[in-house]
């Protein structure tokens, strides 16, 4: 059996209750010994329901514990990076929910703490460890699709709840924060290249000031990706990949499900109906339990973690780069 590595949580936050802490339970290289909150009785209820052994009171006091070696940081957007640092500061290495801060200032401070610390800091880009992502890359490597020449993507929730972080301008919420991340993170990724230049288009929702509708280009050195996020649009996302001899296409590519198999379609274009299609199927998995057994490894293993702070100040650029587009209205440089 491996030599798991002890975890602890920072915060009650429902999407680490509900999909990241319980996948990470079920991996080979995780323990999860210990939950935080700012309230005793949030902490309390989380723990009885996950099955953890400690709970703590406060953020400080989970810091604190020598048990403790690898942290889950999953607080919003603007505590990523300050909460993230006092982890490492404390010995701590961290996993931190995306996007890794709300600035490129922020995450080259949080890299400063890193290389001084030695620990390990990682993006929880959970897409990018997915079989179903990996697949793609080697099919595009291989020339499956001739030369990769557009990536075209969609990714699109409805929340107008005035009180969902999500919707907090002030604390880093918003549809590129939340969400238009993926398609630039996961185009980087089949790319292997940084984009030269970026384009956008943003609506913001008159009330909460958040975008809530954008549309951006990407221009690579070997050809472009343009997407669209939105945060009040019907729920959907997809990616295509089209190269000069074909197209992957990946049905449910971020929100990946962990209770029936993920496919991914390569069409030659041979006929419009779909009658070239080929489609491959991924055995069920969980692409949370993947990120955190790939961590704990890069922990125990003294690797590189999957996704490290190197690439998420490079993604923050991007991010940055598209709202000063929506600004300025021209084409700006990460």
């Not at 990946?250 to 990946?256: H, K, L, M, T, Y």
């Amino acid at each position: 059996m491996p030599n798991k590595v002890r975890w602890g949580v920072l915060s009650t936050s429902q999407f680490a209750l509900r999909l990241a802490v319980p996948a990470m339970q079920k991996s080979e290289w995780c323990d999860i010994r210990a939950i935080a909150s700012r309230e005793q009785a949030k902490a309390e209820k989380a723990a009885l329901a996950l099955g953890i052994p400690k709970t703590y009171a406060s953020y400080e006091e989970l810091l604190r514990d020598p048990d403790i070696e690898a942290i889950y940081n999953p607080l919003p957007n603007h505590m990523h990076v300050p909460w993230s640092i006092k982890a490492a500061e404390a010995g701590k290495h961290v996993l931190c929910e995306k996007p890794l801060g709300v600035s490129v200032r922020e995450a080259n401070e949080l890299q400063r703490v890193q290389e001084r610390t030695g620990v390990k800091i990682g993006e929880a880009f959970m897409v990018r460890t997915n079989p179903q992502w990996l697949r793609a890359r080697e099919l595009v490597r291989s020339g499956r699709i001739g030369q990769l020449r557009s990536i075209v993507g969609h990714f699109s929730y409805f929340n107008r709840d005035a009180n969902n972080i999500r919707n907090k301008y002030q604390i880093g919420g918003g549809g590129l924060m939340d969400i238009g991340c993926y398609p630039i993170t996961t185009s980087r990724f089949i790319y292997d290249e940084e984009p030269k230049r970026v384009v956008s288009l943003l609506e913001r929702d008159p009330d909460m000031e958040v975008d809530r509708l954008a549309s951006v280009i990407l221009d690579f050195p070997s050809g472009q990706a343009i997407f669209t996020c939105g945060t009040q649009l019907v729920p959907y996302q997809r990616m295509n990949l089209l190269g000069t001899k074909g197209r992957i296409e990946i049905e449910i590519p971020f929100n990946a499900p962990n209770e029936r198999p993920c496919r991914i379609f390569v069409d030659d274009g041979g006929d419009l109906t779909g009658k070239t299609i080929s489609t491959e199927t991924f055995p069920v998995c969980d692409q949370y339990t993947i990120q955190g057994d790939l961590f704990s490894r890069a922990i125990r293993e003294d690797l590189e973690v999957p996704v490290p702070v190197t690439d998420a100040i490079k993604n923050m650029a991007v991010i940055e780069a598209a709202f000063r587009s929506a600004q300025s209205g021209n084409w700006e440089k990460p």
